[in-house]
Structure formats: structure tokens, C-alpha cells
């Protein structure tokens, strides 16, 4: 069962270094976590994501563009109508990874057609 619980650090085998005396813990399992280092786990992963998935819409980009980084890098920067006149980065900025990736996928899929 899920329970947030304070635990006293002093002495306490389950302290956690990094937020002081007394820290706010969830059991997950048998093991007590502290709850900030969860919130602060998932900000590094969804950072790690979301880095994951730019690079990934990069390395698409550069592909239509046959490996040009100076186009890619000019096409990410440049405002597009058919992106609701926002450029891929404001897109990236935005948390729109998605709508982007399958945007770039159906250009490269048309370009590939031709």
C-alpha cells in the first residue's frame, strides 16, 4: 500500500543525504523513497526525452536534406506555415515532438515517393 510518511534522518538508514533533516518519503514496495528525488528523477527524464526526441527529428531533417547541415539547421530555425507559422524549434520549445516527428516522417515518406 502507498503511504507518505515523514522519516527522521538522524540515524535513520533510509536518509536521504541530498534534502536534510527530515524529508517527506513514499513507499513503493518495500523500499522508502524520498519524494523530492522523485520529482527531480523525473525532470532529468523527461529532459533526457525530450533531448532524445529533438535529435531524433534532427537526424530526419537532415536526411530529407541529404546530410546539408546548413539546411536543416536553416529549415529548424525558419517559421512554416504548414507548422501553424511556428519554426520546428518553436515547436521542439513547445512540447510538440510528436505532431513535429510525424510532419518531418510524411515529408520524408512524399520526398521518397517522387
Not at 538522524?10 to 523513497?33: I, M
Amino acid at each position: 500500500m502507498d503511504e507518505i510518511n515523514f522519516v527522521a534522518i538522524v540515524g535513520d538508514p533510509n536518509k536521504c543525504a541530498k534534502h536534510g533533516d527530515l524529508v517527506l518519503s513514499q513507499f513503493y514496495g518495500n523500499n522508502l523513497v524520498c519524494v523530492d528525488c522523485i520529482a527531480e528523477s523525473r525532470a532529468k527524464m523527461a529532459g533526457e526525452l525530450q533531448d532524445y526526441l529533438k535529435d531524433e527529428i534532427e537526424f530526419m531533417v537532415l536526411q530529407f536534406f541529404n546530410g546539408n547541415k546548413e539546411k536543416q539547421k536553416k529549415w529548424m530555425e525558419t517559421k512554416n506555415p504548414a507548422l501553424g507559422n511556428a519554426s520546428a524549434n518553436d515547436m521542439l520549445k513547445a512540447g510538440r515532438h510528436e505532431k513535429l516527428k510525424m510532419f518531418v516522417r510524411y515529408q520524408v515518406e512524399e520526398n521518397w515517393r517522387e
